[in-house]
Nanobody
Framework: QVQLLESGGRSVQAGGSLRLSCVVSGRTFTDYNIGWFRQAPGKEREFVAVVGRSTSVFEFGDSVRGRFTISRYNVVNTVYLQMSDLKPEATAVYYC?????????????????WGQGTQVTVSS
């Protein structure tokens, strides 16, 4: 079993920055690709970013590319999502999730393990 714990969500002004953390425990961290997703009220959960087992492999959703970065530190079993130039439409619960696939994916159905989420609120 894999456990994921998100933290770092809070309220910020539009244009601000925020860093979310995802700490993974329970299994070998480097066996998993780690993705971030978000879900706004009344909307479906959407892909934000993913980083592969190798820290040099990653992908971003169209709405965040160029403003968000993702990084992982295998020594401390942690993945970070750095968010810059935040917009009110980024308001959502942000989740991290783990996938054991051989390659990274944006397909939400491929992720087997999920955290409880952390709330990000961006005010205009």
């Amino acid at each position: 079993q894999v456990q994921l714990l998100e933290s770092g969500g809070r309220s910020v002004q539009a244009g601000g920055s925020l860093r979310l953390s995802c700490v993974v425990s329970g299994r070998t961290f480097t066996d998993y690709n780690i993705g971030w997703f978000r879900q706004a009220p009344g909307k479906e959960r959407e892909f934000v970013a993913v980083v592969g087992r190798s820290t040099s492999v990653f992908e971003f959703g169209d709405s965040v590319r160029g403003r968000f970065t993702i990084s992982r530190y295998n020594v401390v079993n942690t993945v970070y999502l750095q968010m810059s130039d935040l917009k009110p439409e980024a308001t959502a619960v942000y989740y991290c999730a783990a996938d054991r696939g051989l390659s990274i994916t944006t397909d939400i159905s491929r992720y087997d393990y999920w955290g409880q989420g952390t709330q990000v609120t961006v005010s205009s």
